[in-house]
């Protein structure tokens, strides 16, 4: 069904769609494009043909010991791994770009890998990332020249074809031509990007390569050493571009940085699954993916266990909260700079207290005073963690007793013993804390932990003493442990946040620690922040925390992964919010009006989401349906009913690890970040939405990309 409408789309752009094989098309009329598609064809089988005679050249894979052996077979796997991503899909785009100083425009395949004629080295297929392919993503059009950076300098030129091409499992489906020089339409038309945009989506998010849009494109490319902060509408690709970023970098900066030392944040385990087929269609792997909470207690060596009895998402999301609760809530005071000073307050005391008062004099006669050992620790390197310092204090206080030792010549053992348990009595006499036990120190202390609330601290006492900690304090104690003992594995090349607007000012401050110097991709969207008793308020609180020179921002307003019709839609739930908000704008791409429909009683309710989604399911286009409920109880009810029913739907529930696609009830704020082809959002009443919930709602509704409804007993919403 959404093919012929995009086909149907198509014709209303008065696009220059070239048909080809696929059923539903119209008969071919016009010889000229049909005669391309077959030049297309022809040449695709060529490209292929050398492909695959390089992977054949491959042979097989080393088995023995031999450690530069075993190098270069890793290299010719990921060579192999390249090419068999080639040979599925060559390319996907064609740009006829003529420099200034040739006499005709040359053709340029742009592929997810760059392939090389085995022979001659000459390159059928550009690389997507190559500097050249830039002009691919940025042409919008016109005559007026054109030009890219190249490692020489700049070229330019003019473009005269662009042309995009289906390539599937190594046939060519269709092309489409989205410029052509001197036609009389002079822009570049969007009908690819409408038709991927129309097609069904299964459990797993999807690369862009072939439709990157321009300004996604332009972050995609920013150079490395920046902290590049996007701020995009629900469905403007961000977590696709961030993912799409690191293969670039990657590319970009080959040598100098490395998969295993970028990582990746995002809010569960459940969304890495999600996200977790992009990266190796784009060559990538290894790259680290977790979560703050997971890497927080790894960095804390898991002296400390996450404290399961309070869930903060059940806290927060089945109760109503007011604005002040959500203002005032002790994970935005722990995470706020304000608490990191009182932090940096108690480790400037720690370190100033290194130096113990007295001197030290294990044999009477041979003093060690402490302004030579001030001396040493004014000598040592300031950067080092507090702890370490201690250490070489420590040590340095070791050596000097030896040192002593043997110029005086002593050699009474009995004395030696003596002068060596004052020496460990001394080393003990210069502190020694872990990070818990620094906390822990601050919280029962008169300073300025007392911007908490003394049940709050003694609370935060009880559980740390007994080796929990709740995830606002994470940031707290790896800052701690940063300074105090620093990074225990390399610092990173490359961070990437997902779903910023959740994290504090105090977690980026600990993640800007395990870096040289910033380099960092931080994605969010201030209006689906429904962690705001956790989460920022404002961009500025995270970016303010960067150089201004070293800072990136970008805004992405249009949103590509739901019809028109659902984007006006959850705008209106925006609109709700008051002043301020930016609403999404949508890809002129139409579906079904969204309905809104009303239960009488419960029962009805209950009856009608089960009808709703056997009439989805028997429509038969739909991959993947979600049931969303306000909280997590009500996804309980609604998962016994459709049992009942016979209909088999999975539940999704908090630490749940994977999501499997299918038909899935999930309460509304675990779904962030996903997506669905269809939606039904299941209690749209009232009370369940409450004029606080708007941007709970805007997050459910935009999880649609072809089909939602609502349904609601009682009242509807005023959100809407
Ligand atoms: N240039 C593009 N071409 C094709 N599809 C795109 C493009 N950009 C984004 N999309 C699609 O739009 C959808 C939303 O992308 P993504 O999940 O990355 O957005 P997001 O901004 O992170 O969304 P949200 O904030 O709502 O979680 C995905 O299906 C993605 O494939």
Redesign the pocket.
């Known amino acids: 069904m959404r093919l012929s409408l995009a086909v149907f789309l198509l014709s209303a752009y008065e696009c220059r769609l070239i048909p080809c094989v696929l059923q539903s098309q119209r008969e071919v009329t016009d010889l000229t494009t049909q005669s391309a598609f077959q030049d297309e064809a022809k040449r695709l089988d060529d490209v292929l043909q050398h492909i695959q005679n390089q992977l054949r050249a491959i042979g097989p894979r080393y088995t023995g010991d031999d450690f530069t052996e075993q190098m270069l077979d890793l290299q010719r796997e990921q060579r192999k791994q390249r090419l068999e991503v080639a040979e599925r899909e060559p390319y996907f785009g064609r740009l006829d770009f003529q420099e200034t100083a040739q006499e005709a425009p040359s053709p340029l395949y742009i592929g997810k890998a760059g392939v090389a004629h085995e022979a001659t080295n000459q390159l059928l297929v550009v690389d997507w990332r190559a500097p050249v392919a830039s002009l691919y993503y940025a042409f919008s059009g016109g005559e007026a020249p054109v030009s890219y950076e190249s490692p020489e300098g700049e070229i330019d030129g003019t473009v005269h074809l662009k042309r995009n091409l289906m390539v599937r499992q190594s046939k060519l489906e269709r092309i489409v031509d989205s410029y052509v020089r001197g036609q009389a339409d002079e822009t570049v038309t969007d009908e690819f990007?409408l038709y991927?945009?129309g097609e069904s989506?299964d459990n797993k998010?999807?690369d862009?390569v072939s439709?990157?849009?321009q300004e996604?494109d332009l972050i995609i490319r920013t150079e490395k050493n920046r902290a590049v902060f996007i701020q995009?509408v629900?469905?403007?690709?961000?977590?696709?571009v961030a993912l799409h970023r690191l293969a670039y970098l990657l590319y970009r900066y080959a040598g100098r940085i490395h998969a295993e030392r970028m990582v990746i944040f995002a809010p569960n385990r459940m969304f890495l699954d999600y996200i977790s087929g992009v990266l190796p269609e784009l060559g990538v792997g290894d790259i680290v993916q977790t979560t703050y909470v997971e890497w927080a207690l790894d960095q804390l060596q898991h002296t400390i266990r996450l404290d399961d009895t309070v869930d903060a998402m059940e806290y927060w999301f089945e109760q109503p909260r007011t604005a002040e609760e959500i203002e005032q809530a002790v994970p935005r005071i722990k995470g706020g700079l304000a608490f990191k000073q009182a932090i940096d307050l108690i480790i400037a005391e720690t370190e100033a207290a290194l130096l113990p008062a007295a001197p030290f004099e294990p044999v009477e006669g041979m003093v060690l005073y402490p302004h030579t050992m001030k001396e040493w620790l004014a000598t040592d390197d300031k950067e080092e963690p507090v702890m370490r310092r201690r250490e070489r204090l420590v040590s340095r206080i070791k050596r000097w007793f030896e040192s002593e030792w043997k110029t005086r010549r002593y050699t009474d053992s009995k004395l030696k013993s003596k002068a060596n348990a004052k020496l460990n009595a001394y080393g003990k006499k210069i502190a020694a804390f872990t990070a818990p036990q620094l906390y822990l120190a601050l919280l029962k202390g008169s300073g300025k932990a007392q911007m908490l609330s003394a049940k709050e601290r003694a609370a935060t006492v009880k559980r740390i003493q007994s080796g929990l900690a709740q995830p606002e304090d994470l940031a707290p104690l790896v800052y701690i442990q940063l300074r105090l003992y620093g990074l225990e594995q390399s610092r990173y090349d490359h961070v990437v946040i997902d779903e910023a607007q959740d994290y504090s000012p105090f977690q980026l401050e600990t993640l800007k620690l395990c870096q040289r110097q910033p380099s960092m991709t931080v994605l969010g969207?201030l209006q689906?922040g429904i962690h705001g008793y956790a989460g920022i308020h404002s961009w500025t609180e995270l970016t303010a925390l960067f150089n201004a020179d070293d800072t990136g921002y970008y805004e992405l307003d249009r949103s590509?992964?739901s019809t028109m019709e659902i984007i006006d839609f959850a705008n209106r739930v925006l609109g709700s919010m008051g002043a301020g908000v930016k609403p999404a704008v949508p890809v002129f791409r139409s579906g079904e009006p969204v309905i809104v429909r009303s239960a009488a009683t419960e029962a009805d309710r209950l009856q009608r989401i089960a009808d709703i989604v056997r009439e989805w399911q028997q429509e038969g286009s739909y991959k993947t349906i979600a049931i969303l409920g306000r909280t997590a109880s009500s996804c309980d009810i609604i998962a016994g009913h459709l049992a009942k029913a016979g209909i088999e739907a999975s539940l999704v529930e908090r630490r749940q690890p994977t999501y499997g696609g299918g038909l899935t009830i999930v309460p509304v704020y675990l779904a962030?970040?996903l997506?669905f082809d269809a939606v039904l959002i299941a209690d749209a009443d009232a009370e369940s939405y409450s004029s606080n919930d708007a941007k709970l709602l805007y997050v459910g509704c935009?999880r649609a990309l072809h089909k939602l409804e609502l349904l609601h007993c009682g009242p509807l919403t005023g959100l809407l």
Do not use: F, N, V, W
């Open positions: 990007l991927r945009l989506k998010l999807r862009i439709t990157i849009q996604q995009g629900a469905g403007s690709g961000k977590t696709t969207d689906q590509y992964r962030k970040g997506e935009t």
